[in-house]
């Protein structure tokens, strides 16, 4: 195999760019467990055991400021916003992701309230996921693709200026 060719960066530019394509697509997958969740209304102490607590409404509110915090004993972690909207079918309801705090502590308690301070008719739920692992996952394909594009560009590099040193 003679790596002195020019179309080696082509191949080592396809190699990272189908691995970044298959590790985002895997990492995507990361959401299908959600889907199928069943959400539980909030108030209740939630069993997380070191899983993802998903945290859903069933009224989007996109122009209100919607903040959750979760209690376990006296540590208040805020959740953090979903990054991405994910719909929900659960016992006869639609939910909508609004957050999601990884590796929830046991015993959690979900509070979620708009900043304005308005009257709020929305219902929310929780629902626990293993998200991470897939995501973690998914970064890994796509690292080691783009490290392997990365090298076999090197290699081309090297072995062009070897083959050009040796003509001189």
């Known amino acids: 195999m003679e790596l002195t060719r020019r179309r080696w960066y082509l191949v080592a530019a396809l190699i990272a760019a189908l691995a970044w394509v298959a590790g985002t697509a895997f990492a995507a997958s990361a959401w299908d467990p959600l889907r199928s969740a069943e959400v539980v209304p909030i108030g209740q102490p939630i069993k997380a055991t070191g899983?993802?607590?998903?945290?859903?409404?069933?009224?989007?509110?996109?122009?209100?400021?919607?903040?959750?915090?979760?209690?376990?004993?006296?540590?208040?972690?805020?959740?953090?916003?979903?990054?991405?909207?994910?719909?929900?079918?659960?016992?006869?309801?639609?939910?909508?992701?609004?957050?999601?705090?990884?590796?929830?502590?046991?015993?959690?308690?979900?509070?979620?309230?708009?900043?304005?301070?308005?009257?709020?008719?929305?219902?929310?739920?929780?629902?626990?996921?293993?998200?991470?692992?897939?995501?973690?996952?998914?970064?890994?394909?796509?690292w080691a693709g783009f490290i392997a594009g990365l090298g076999l560009a090197g290699a081309t590099l090297t072995a062009r200026t070897r083959r050009t040193l040796a003509h001189d």
Do not use: F, M, N
Request: aromatic share 2%.
């Open 51 to 142: 899983d993802d607590l998903a945290v859903l409404t069933d009224l989007p509110q996109a122009e209100r400021a919607i903040t959750c915090v979760a209690r376990s004993g006296k540590k208040r972690l805020r959740v953090p916003a979903a990054t991405v909207d994910i719909v929900v079918d659960s016992d006869g309801s639609r939910w909508h992701l609004i957050g999601v705090l990884p590796d929830a502590p046991d015993q959690t308690k979900v509070v979620c309230k708009p900043k304005d301070d308005q009257t709020d008719t929305a219902r929310y739920g929780t629902a626990l996921v293993d998200l991470s692992s897939r995501v973690g996952t998914g970064q890994a394909i796509a």
